[in-house]
């Protein structure tokens, strides 16, 4: 994420690309990063309070809620909700992501 920031930072100063990507580019790497990291923490958190039948990702045996590892069908719903609610607001609300030329 960092990384993204800094580079998409350094091509918008140039105003050419930085090793060989636009901003736009590095820019769509730096938000898909926070939407992917908004997803976990949504899995996590709501997996935790409302996940009814949680099982280990590992091998499919039934986990505790909570435990390492542990997934559940609300935890999964919520990360997909998150994961979209940030790129939504990226694209739509503050315009962060554009067409992407030159990537």
């Known amino acids: 994420g960092v990384c993204c920031a800094a580079a998409a930072a ?16 590095w820019i769509l790497g730096y938000v898909a990063s926070l939407a992917t990291k908004l997803a976990d923490t949504f899995a996590s958190e709501i997996g935790k309070a409302y996940g009814k039948t949680t099982f280990l990702i590992t ?7 909570g435990a390492e590892g542990a997934i559940s069908l609300e935890g999964t719903l919520a990360s997909v909700v998150g994961g979209f609610l940030l790129s939504t607001y990226a694209y739509f609300g503050v315009g962060l992501i554009h067409s992407i030329e030159g990537a």
């Open 10 to 25: 350094q091509a918008l100063k140039t105003g050419g690309p930085f090793l060989g990507l636009s901003s736009d580019v």
């Open 59 to 65: 091998n499919l045996k039934p986990a505790e809620r």
